[in-house]
């Protein structure tokens, strides 16, 4: 009796955070198609941003983190793509990090020398699921149009090719990563 008890209680258990899982994901896929929220944010020398301050052009914003492992190889990729390349579109790093010195390290440790703000937040905008980020993972990409309304997001640019396409070819992310 304990037992088909106990069972009972973890199946309940199990089927309550499912439909919160659930819930949560389908509540930030909903900002896709959405304009961006504001957050707090400052660049690289320590001067308040807002995302409001892209208004009338469109940009690719990557997310990514200084314990980010796979963050690293990206902005080396976005980074050799930007200096042999014309870009087709803007691009716009934002650090999710609690701590600047560790940005400013892996920025150095890359060679990015792009445009880079920072989260006043540190991780609270990854763990709260914005910017339709459902799966709270980095590296993440979204793309906002003039408006600053999220027009696509993806987990999976990687490679120096996805980024060519996105970047220069001004390929979709569903696109570029189909090929």
């Known amino acids: 009796m304990v037992k088909l008890v106990f069972i009972l209680c973890l199946t309940f258990a199990i ?3 499912a439909d919160s899982y659930d819930q949560k994901v389908n509540a930030s896929l909903k900002d896709i198609g959405k304009q961006i929220t504001n ?12 995302f409001m ?8 914003v990557y997310f990514f983190a200084s ?9 080396k990729n976005i980074e050799q793509i930007r200096i042999t390349n014309d870009l087709s579109i803007n691009i716009l790093g934002v650090a999710l990090d609690d701590d600047r010195d560790a940005v400013s390290k892996m920025l150095k440790d890359t060679g990015f020398k792009g445009e880079v703000w920072i989260s006043k937040e540190g991780r609270v905008p990854l763990l709260n699921r914005m910017f339709g980020n459902a799966y709270k993972a980095l590296p ?27 970047l220069v070819e001004n390929m979709s992310f569903k696109d570029s990563t189909a090929l």
């Open 15 to 17: 089927n309550v955070h």
């Open 39 to 50: 957050i707090e944010l400052i660049n690289t020398e320590g001067q308040p941003k807002t």
């Open 53 to 60: 301050d892209l208004k009338g052009t469109t940009y690719i």
């Open 67 to 75: 314990w980010c492992s796979p963050c690293y190889k990206s902005l």
């Open 140 to 166: 993440y990409v979204i793309k906002v149009d003039e408006n600053m309304i999220i027009k696509e997001h993806s987990y999976d640019i990687s490679s120096k090719e996805h980024w060519e396409k996105v």
